[in-house]
């Protein structure tokens, strides 16, 4: 989640409705799953609420991290909430009303053929899963994840690491039992595909593709930006780099031997910077040389 200080509000990301697959056990929107909510932190009273995807039966969850930032937005300066939701579309809302703004597509998908002015998707019903099987894109792993984002306010471009695979999903017989996994469908990956992975660098305000950096597979970890203008990230391979937010020209990398999932962080100590991260079951911590 996040919190402004200003405005005194809490913002968190909900998960999907369940059984996950099977939409005609649970009818109409299912609110407030798949949303983002504005929250009184000390009464826990919604203030107010957008829904990314009603009636999901993909999976999806939208419990990405929100990213606050103040921007002129058609002229006009607005306090701003975006978030690259794990459906593939990257949102920009208004987060003292919740007014969407901005929706645009920033990674492969199939499930939509679009979103319409009020930012509600426009499904493709050859994406529902039903007996025979359908295939769709992203994954439930989604287009993100849990790991989170970054912003640089010098370059005004959202930072995502995001995942392109898709799966075939077969309706299952799904009974609610406390404590048992209740999904209702089986899915099979693509036979043959090569699943891609990219760190995308997207204009903040509108979602636009300003550049990429294809990685070996799809990721896992978070992203940090810095204000000496580099973006650092890790791969599943074990590859640890720094790029130019600007331009996506990596200027080093390091190879840990160990999956990376974390975030990384940077600290100061005894005046010399660092940046550190996990990596596999060890810690590493990076710094110029003296």
């Known amino acids: 989640g996040a919190y402004d200080p200003e405005l005194d509000l809490l913002y968190w990301g909900t998960g999907n409705p369940g ?8 009818e109409g929107d299912n609110l407030y799953s798949e949303s983002l909510i504005a929250l009184d932190p000390d009464t ?14 993909h999976d999806y969850d939208s419990t990405q991290i929100p990213v606050l930032l103040d921007a002129d937005f058609e002229g006009e300066p607005r306090k701003l909430v975006v978030f690259p939701n794990r459906n593939g579309f990257y949102y920009v809302l208004d987060r003292i009303t919740g007014e969407f703004l901005v929706g645009k597509q920033f990674a492969r998908q199939t499930w939509a053929l679009g979103l319409d002015e009020n930012g509600r998707p426009i499904e493709d019903p050859e994406s529902i899963p039903d007996l025979d099987g359908a295939l769709v894109y992203p994954d439930d792993d989604g287009a993100a994840n849990w790991y989170s984002p970054t912003y640089s306010p010098q370059t005004n471009l959202i930072y995502q690491n995001v995942r392109e695979k ?21 899915r099979r990956t693509v036979p043959g595909e090569d699943p891609k992975g990219f760190l995308r660098a ?19 970890g978070g992203l940090m930006s810095t204000a000496g203008g580099l973006v650092f990230s890790g791969t599943m391979e074990g590859d640890v780099f720094a790029a130019d937010a600007q331009t996506g020209d990596v200027l080093w990398r390091f190879q840990t031997g160990g999956s990376v999932y974390a975030n990384p962080i940077t600290y100061l100590s005894e005046g010399r910077q660092y940046v550190a991260l996990a990596a596999g079951s060890a810690l590493f911590s990076f710094a110029l040389p003296e």
């Open 202 to 220: 997207l204009d903040a305000l509108t979602g636009d593709l300003v550049w990429e950096i294809e990685v070996f597979s799809p990721p896992w």
């Open 166 to 186: 898709g799966a075939t999903y077969f309706l299952a017989d799904a009974t609610y039992e406390p404590g048992r996994i209740y999904m209702g469908a089986s």
């Open 19 to 26: 059984p996950d697959f099977i939409g005609e056990v649970r």
């Open 44 to 57: 826990g009273e919604l203030q107010w609420y957008f829904q990314f995807l009603p009636h999901d039966v």
